[in-house]
């Protein structure tokens, strides 16, 4: 009780400085979806409607997503997802970009050596091969039950009406439009003949409605061949990038053995490379598994300063083990071992922080970073945990001429340069270097969990680097704070990675005095920050009933039936 409205308090709190949304939370027997675009909810909830199950709607959620949501939801990018069958069975597919054919490791150093960020971020070089279309195509054909024609369409309608645009958008809209002056058809697409887009108005995107029927009629070969596919490849030349028609005709989709651990009785199902993500939650859950987080307290100063000093050692891990396993042995049985855990823990002190090691100097993010992750399950208890992104938000700001998407800027999640840091302020180094074909590192992590075979928690988030660590506080708000899915994703929380050696701090993740004695502990830098962390749409089961909500930190949507 006292927690509660310990946490409603700062909820309130904290959604006073909101910079959007609120969390919107939906219960339902049939089936759910929560996504950062409430019109993409309801599209895949029409699907559950319609007979479709978990896997058609996430597909149709997804298309609607690339038209709802455009910063992050895409066509031309890439993403993962975790799908836990009706049979209990959990299989995941990585749909991540891929590294064009002529990329190579220094390809974004200057004369004198340095990364040039811009070229890394803001250019046709920083797009990779874009997975989204191969992924969502090969899933439906998999584990889904209805036409491709079918789950599309519903994307289709919205670009080709349009829908009328809300407030935020618009102001999204406005604050990038100076980015993308020097493309055509970007200024064509997110602005209105050159001035910004105002909230209400009628928002058509007649290419990209275009390039969508052409990929409902085609399949991937509407995308990676035919039309799309030249006028992608021709803003590829006119702009110097490298994406190559073999490149777009080669690129496939990979089904990967999930991630598993286990923790207090729970199984937990996320992405194996190239995601960094599920090793890290599972390595970091390990760690946590011999303490009993509960009684510590939700934000006390014990129970955070075990979370950080969990985080600062997987993180680091993450730097030095992790990329493509197509192209690096990746220690997966190593960094997922519970002995493994204990042992790299064995330097834990419950009083003191230790400090991360003097090397790299991490910096922060100064972009909007935009990734977007929804959740859907269906009557069947089938479960689909979707993370898609073309990185930054509006990627690399290019629109393909006539063809109406945004292209992704995922190559700056490769190691430019060894330990330099990324836009994310991570570093990395062989593991993660840029090779042709090869997929760049993620953070991303959908993530499912079950008990006893059934499914419990849907949950991911955005937010680069802190993506791991938001999805590491929903489980343990719910599986160890016993929270419902409205507070274990509207609380506060914290974020560490190893490096900057630096405690991000979201309003009210701390209880009273917990600052003070962190402080005490040794913990450097205890640096504020806005409630912002992750946008973590999420579900629970609870005796029989979905709830899905839609993280209050940001203007999306659940939708229910
Ligand atoms: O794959 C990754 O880890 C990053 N490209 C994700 C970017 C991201 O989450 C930006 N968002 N908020």
Redesign the pocket.
Known sequence: MLRRSFISFFLIVSLVIAPSGFANTVSGSNGVVTSRSQLASDVGVEILRQGGNAVDAAVATAFALAVTYPS?GNIGG??FMVIRLDDGTVVTQDH?EKAPGTAFPDMFLDDAGNVDRRKSLYSAQAAGVPGSVAGLLDALERYGSMDREQVIAPAIKLAEEGFPLSADMAQDFERVLNSMRDYPASMAVFSNNGQPWQAGELWVQKDLAETLKRISAEGRDGFYKGKTADLLIAEMQRLDGMISHEDLAGYNAEWREPIKGSYRGYDIWSMPPP???GALVVQMMNMLEAYDVKSMGWGSAEAIHLMVEAQRRAYADRAEHMGDPDFYPVPLDMLTDKNYARQRFLDFNPDQASRSADIGSGSW?ME?????HFSVMDKNGISVAL?T?????YGNRIVVPGAGFLL?N?M??FSAKPNEPN??G?LGDEANKIEPGKR?????TPTIVTRDGEPVLVTG???????INTVFQVMLNVLDHEMGIEDAVASPRIHHQWQPDMIRIEPGALQDGAQQRLEAMGHIDLAPMGYGL??ANSILMQNGVMHATSDPRSDGGASAY
């Open positions: 992050a890439g993403g991540r995601s960094s993500g993010p909007s970073m935009e990734t977007t993370t992104t073309l990185n930054l938000g992704n995922e700056d999640d836009a994310y991570l760049m590192l993620s953070s991303m988030s955005p937010g680069g680097s802190t993506i992750g946008d």
